[in-house]
């Protein structure tokens, strides 16, 4: 079946330095979001990636979607304390049936 | 409701026992899923749950779990005979329409002892 993973699994970073998680699919995907957990929250959605190549920006936030669609990346620029948290990808080959990925957990140190 | 609404927010039970978590969608949201949130690791599809079509229990792991879905609207994830390896957060999500954003609710933490 549908395979999301994520890397790093872990990434400590001192504030101001950049950060960066890969999210890679077993399958094509129709399209890709990125979601933000803050420690002892929910997962709250940021944005979704369609077109193959996208790019998308949120401030410091920088979204990629690959070109062959199975793959995409959050980079933040000059990370700040509120940044922490877990970062998931979730993808879906077309359906309903959106598959998280592994996670990567960030700890900005101030 | 503003969000999607769960309950209980925490459950502790004896190993063995019966639980069952509700979930209260957003108004007017067709599509409803379960995921499940073990500590520290990723979500993990349950079920799924779209108007008046049949659900998808791809994701339920065992015979023990079981849902449904009430008139389009709330639905009650049941865990029979609960085991130790089924305390996680149990987190209940919605959205308009299928491939639309999800909203999560605050998720239900279940402590099965």
């Known amino acids: 079946g549908q395979q999301v993973m994520q890397i790093p699994q872990y990434q400590h970073v001192q504030e101001g330095e950049d950060f960066t998680t890969y999210c890679n699919s077993s399958t094509t995907l129709s399209n890709i979001q990125w979601y933000k957990q803050r420690p002892g929250g929910h997962p709250v959605f940021l944005i979704q990636?369609?077109?193959?190549?996208e790019v998308k920006k949120q401030k410091r936030l920088t979204f990629q979607f690959g070109e062959a669609k199975k793959n995409s990346s959050l980079h933040i620029t000059a990370t700040q304390t509120t940044d922490v948290g877990t970062y998931f990808c979730a993808g879906t080959s077309g359906t309903y049936k959106y598959i998280f990925g592994t996670g990567t957990r960030l700890k900005v140190l101030a | 409701g503003a969000g999607v609404s769960q309950s209980p927010s925490n459950k502790v039970t004896e190993k063995g026992k019966d639980v069952e978590l509700r979930c209260d969608p957003i108004?007017?949201?067709?599509?409803l899923y379960w995921y499940r949130q073990s500590l520290g690791q990723g979500l993990e599809f349950l079920i799924y749950f779209q108007g008046n079509s049949a659900p998808d229990k791809s994701g339920l792991p065992s015979d023990r779990f079981s849902a449904e879905r009430t008139g389009g609207s709330v639905s009650t994830l049941t865990i029979q005979r609960t085991q130790q390896e089924d305390s996680a957060v149990y987190l209940c999500?919605?959205?308009?329409?299928?491939?639309?954003?999800?909203?999560f609710g605050e998720g239900s933490w279940l402590t099965v002892v």
């Open positions: 990636l369609v077109k193959s190549g």
């Open positions: 999500a919605s959205s308009l329409r299928e491939r639309n954003t999800i909203y």
């Open positions: 108004s007017g949201h067709t599509a």
